[in-house]
């Protein structure tokens, strides 16, 4: 049984986790207590001196906006309004405190800020959907379009826009490259004659990308009614995305053991035979790792294009922080910042668990 457990934890990616298993066993105790000293107690202080340190330099420059603050409003309006200020800012007031780096308990306190704007903002789109059921039946019936609630999203709706957009240009991306890579890896001639194609577009900037796919898409779609800056979005992320699997599928595919293509040329298969037979799987391990690494480079240009594009999604959210310039809008593009990070480390672990299993039954 213990076996078992370990052994799930190293498949989920939680190997730093055996040697509290091992001690609650009493395996070897010296030995794995010295492994969680270095693997779990350390980080974990790492994280609290982290976190110290952020609310020391958080404090130091709050107190540096603050002397500043109060020195400019002495030296505009005069000692008296100078002292105003000073009270002001100590009783705590909203309205004039320093707007400087925010302290890990103005993060935490943004955070749930941001959760109950999303749990007020699901309760209206409720009361929305109450108010129009009746409405939107009756237009169903008479061939209309319904009713659509045009509030602002929140916080927890522009990630799940996010990981939306992500995922449609993910799969864009996987779908434009495996099978040009399969096409390049099976023809040195054709791989190298392209080979300029991918070392001169696989650097090209996401703003690039967007404004090329923008001026197309606008062409293209410019009498439809749909969201164009969806389609704009996960576009641009699929192309600036998709060379890693490209030349990852092309060295698979290149590099498949010559046994196996003499294999397939003896038993004669076909040419689809062969690929989906023999070429791909001998080439998953290496496709996949392409695959791990489109995802995270469709995350991390995501959010640039968001940005860019002001399309909804956790790049808008920043960038409308940023400008909202708000006392707390610092604290709330941090609490992003995470959401952002912790995203991206998740979709990693999830495509390195798909590659572990995939790799484990193309091996089997």
């Known amino acids: 049984?213990?076996?078992?457990?370990?052994?799930?934890?190293?498949?989920?990616?939680?190997?730093?986790?055996?040697?509290?298993?091992?001690?609650?066993?009493?395996?070897?105790?010296?030995?794995?207590?010295?492994?969680?000293?270095?693997?779990?107690?350390?980080?974990?202080?790492?994280?609290?001196?982290?976190?110290?340190?952020?609310?020391?330099?958080?404090?130091?420059?709050?107190?540096?906006?603050?002397?500043?603050?109060?020195?400019?409003?002495?030296?505009?309006?005069?000692?008296?309004?100078?002292?105003?200020?000073?009270?002001?800012?100590?009783?705590?007031?909203?309205?004039?405190?320093?707007?400087?780096?925010?302290?890990?308990?103005?993060?935490?306190?943004?955070?749930?800020?941001?959760?109950?704007?999303?749990?007020?903002?699901?309760?209206?789109?409720?009361?929305?959907?109450?108010?129009?059921?009746?409405?939107?039946?009756?237009?169903?019936?008479?061939?209309?379009?319904?009713?659509?609630?045009?509030?602002?999203?929140?916080?927890?709706?522009?990630?799940?826009?996010?990981?939306?957009?992500?995922?449609?240009?993910?799969?864009?991306?996987?779908?434009?490259?495996?099978?040009?890579?399969?096409?390049?890896g099976l023809s040195e001639t054709l791989r190298s004659s392209l080979n300029w194609v991918i070392q001169i577009f696989k650097p090209v900037s996401p703003v690039v990308w967007l404004l090329l796919v923008s001026m197309v898409v606008k062409t293209i779609l410019a009498s439809a009614d749909m969201d164009k800056s969806f389609v704009i979005s996960f576009i641009s992320v699929g192309l600036c995305s998709m060379w890693a699997t490209l030349v990852n599928t092309s060295v698979g595919v290149s590099s498949v053991d010559k046994d196996y293509l003499n294999v397939s040329r003896v038993l004669r298969l076909g040419v689809m035979s062969n690929v989906f037979k023999v070429i791909l799987p001998s080439s998953v391990p290496l496709i996949f790792t392409g695959l791990r690494i489109t995802l995270s480079v469709a995350w991390m240009v995501l959010i640039a294009i968001e940005l860019l594009a002001q399309s909804p999604g956790l790049g808008s959210f920043v960038w409308e922080e940023f400008q909202n310039g708000a006392n707390d809008s610092n604290a709330k593009i941090i609490v992003a910042m995470f959401v952002i990070g912790g995203i991206g480390f998740a979709l990693d672990r999830i495509m390195m668990l798909v590659q572990k299993a995939v790799s484990f039954e193309s091996k089997a």
Not at 13 to 31: A, M, Y
Not at 82 to 102: F, H, R, V, W, Y
Request: hydrophobic share 45%; with cysteine; glycine share 8%.
């Open 1 to 184: 049984m213990g076996k078992a457990i370990i052994a799930s934890f190293k498949w989920l990616g939680f190997g730093f986790l055996d040697p509290l298993v091992k001690l609650f066993q009493g395996v070897e105790p010296k030995k794995n207590g010295g492994l969680l000293l270095k693997k779990v107690i350390i980080p974990i202080l790492s994280v609290l001196i982290f976190l110290a340190v952020c609310n020391f330099f958080s404090q130091y420059l709050y107190n540096v906006e603050r002397e500043r603050k109060i020195e400019n409003t002495r030296a505009t309006q005069g000692e008296e309004a100078a002292l105003t200020m000073q009270e002001c800012i100590d009783s705590g007031d909203l309205s004039c405190k320093p707007n400087s780096l925010p302290s890990p308990g103005d993060v935490w306190h943004a955070a749930q800020t941001l959760i109950a704007d999303h749990r007020l903002i699901s309760a209206d789109k409720e009361a929305f959907k109450e108010k129009t059921a009746a409405i939107n039946a009756q237009r169903e019936k008479q061939g209309l379009e319904a009713i659509r609630y045009t509030g602002r999203p929140s916080f927890v709706d522009q990630i799940f826009t996010s990981l939306e957009t992500v995922f449609a240009g993910f799969l864009l991306a996987a779908f434009l490259a495996i099978p040009a890579g399969i096409v390049l």
